[in-house]
């Protein structure tokens, strides 16, 4: 359902919302090691993001990325659209032209109800709301996490 694109930039964000604030500014690089994904990918994905003030930068010497007090409240649903667009959600599970209630595939009544509950908790949580989940939940932000608990399962 969603692109690349729009997983790493909502790994990306919360890695944001969970490691800087206007004090403490990120750069691409660390993001990327961190969360494991391509640098150069990235980097095109926070123009993109900056643009629609899903994120914030400061250039310079302590430049980088962050989330103002505006970016924490903006939510999954947004940082979606502003990659990708909505329609990308709303489009058919099997890629089908067309797909709607009148015109189903053979799992859209099976379907639709599991992705309007997703949809509704992508616009409903706040990115802050999200990046407290994973403190209070231990949640993982990147694969080389789990490849790493999965070598050492005391680790």
Avoid: W
């Amino acid at each position: 359902m969603l692109s690349n694109a729009s997983k790493y930039a909502i790994l990306s964000t919360l890695y944001l919302a969970e490691h800087s604030n206007e004090d403490r500014k990120i750069s691409v690089k660390e993001i990327a090691e961190n969360i494991d994904v391509p640098s150069p990918f990235l980097a095109k994905l926070f123009q993109q993001l900056v643009r629609g003030k899903i994120i914030s930068s400061t250039k310079g010497p302590h430049g980088g990325f962050y989330l103002s007090e505006k970016n924490k409240n903006k939510n999954v649903l947004d940082i979606i659209d502003n990659i990708d667009g909505i329609n990308k959600l709303n489009g058919c599970f099997l890629g089908l032209n067309e797909c709607d209630s009148a015109n189903p595939c053979p799992v859209h009544f099976i379907v639709v109800p599991f992705k309007n509950n997703i949809l509704a908790k992508f616009r409903d949580k706040t990115i802050m709301e999200f990046s407290q989940e994973i403190s209070d939940n231990g949640s993982l932000l990147a694969l080389k996490d789990v490849s790493t608990s999965l070598e050492d399962p005391l680790k």
